[in-house]
């Protein structure tokens, strides 16, 4: 069964940019699957933020897409979330997961999550 | 986009009785409306979906129903490890949205 680990920085300056790994085992970044970031906030709950396709194609949440990026290192089976100029808005808890069936709608294999805070 | 509104946000619940959870769609989602539980410090967990489609491993004491705009989960004869936060997610409209959730909590 494939498994997903989040790391990265747990605090970031306010302006900063927010940069989190995800680690992928147990299967191929290759395969036939999207691969997205979910964020949860007390204030906005689970959140949507992006995906992106074994093949590079990349989908955003509109709400975030000026400043989000997503990609994909397939030769270390590993995926990174930028997110750029952050607030105190952008403290939560953010998810790395696996689809379903390669749609990118179900989320069926997860993370345990990340907190990154947002302060100076 | 698509606003997810659950209801009720808590359900008192005693063990060994069932519970029913709603999720109501600004508009219509057609079937394409999926539920997820999540316990204190786990990632949410895919229930259901399609939206009566149970995910590999859950058991069948959890049903779900509905289309358009109104849909159910329904626990039937809740377990200790059945206490935990419920959201629904629609995915018929992009980008995909959740609900703010609906805890289950022992009466």
Redo the contacts between chains.
């Keep these: 069964q494939v498994q997903l680990q989040e790391s990265g920085p747990g605090l970031v300056k306010p302006s900063g940019t927010l940069s989190l790994t995800c680690a992928v085992s147990g299967g191929s970044i290759s395969s036939s699957y999207r691969w997205t970031w979910v964020r949860q906030s007390p204030g906005k709950?689970?959140?949507?933020i992006g995906e992106i396709s074994h093949s590079g194609y990349t989908?955003y949440?509109?709400?975030l897409k000026s400043r989000v990026s997503i990609s994909v290192d397939k030769t270390k089976n590993l995926f990174y979330l930028n997110l750029a100029s952050v607030t105190a808005a952008d403290t939560a808890v953010y998810?790395c997961?696996r689809d379903?069936d390669g749609?990118g709608?179900?989320?069926?294999q997860?993370?345990?999550?990340t907190l990154v805070t947002v302060s100076s | 986009e698509i606003v997810m509104t659950q209801s009720p946000a808590t359900l008192s619940v005693s063990p060994g009785e069932s519970a029913t959870l709603s999720c109501r769609a600004s508009q219509s989602v057609s079937r394409d409306l999926a539920w997820y539980q999540q316990k204190p410090g786990q990632a949410p967990r895919l229930l259901i979906y399609g939206p009566s489609t149970r995910a590999t491993g859950i058991p069948a004491r959890f049903g779900g129903s509905g289309s358009g705009t109104e849909f159910t989960l329904t626990i039937s004869s809740l377990q200790s490890e059945d206490f935990a936060v419920y959201y629904c997610q629609q995915y018929n409209n992009w980008p995909q949205t959740f609900g703010q959730g609906t805890k289950v909590e022992i009466k």
């Design positions: 709950g689970l959140e949507w989908n949440n509109p709400s998810y997961a379903l749609s709608w179900l989320h069926d997860w993370g345990q999550g």
